[in-house]
């Protein structure tokens, strides 16, 4: 499955952001999907996944509350909704596609297939 995010850009501190991230080759309600980031001099982190089983969505703590994920099938995309963003969001952000356990989503190697890529920036 190939996927392709996009809907970054440069926002102000308390506003929203929705990413998306369209799938080719493969549905994404198949796969547990998940959207990772990572900000410049640090390593890639987890922020959230909605599981293939029943839509269940899991979220790193410190974005719990401000984002969300959602699934549309008939466009086949998974959808990050930020809200409340604040600067420390500002990252690269990832979409990924695993069949992995549960208990393995929040990890990078439990996703096999990943998107380029699109850029959050939040200034102050």
């Known amino acids: 499955v190939q996927l392709q995010a996009s809907g970054g850009g440069l926002v102000q501190a308390g506003r929203s952001l929705r990413l998306s991230c369209v799938a080719s080759?493969?549905?994404?309600?198949?796969?547990?999907m998940g959207w990772f980031r990572q900000a410049p001099g640090k390593e890639r982190e987890f922020v959230g996944t909605?599981?293939?089983?029943?839509?269940?969505?899991y979220y790193a703590d410190s974005v719990k509350g401000r984002f969300t994920i959602s699934r549309e099938a008939a466009k086949n995309t998974v959808y990050l909704q930020m809200n409340s963003l604040k600067p420390e969001d500002t990252a690269v952000y990832y979409c990924?596609?695993?069949?992995?356990?549960?208990?393995?989503?929040?990890?990078?190697?439990?996703?096999?297939?990943w998107g380029q890529g699109t850029q959050v920036t939040v200034s102050s």
């Open positions: 990924a596609a695993s069949e992995s356990v549960l208990s393995a989503l929040a990890t990078i190697p439990a996703y096999k297939y």
């Open positions: 080759g493969g549905t994404v309600s198949r796969y547990n």
């Open positions: 909605i599981t293939r089983s029943g839509g269940r969505t």
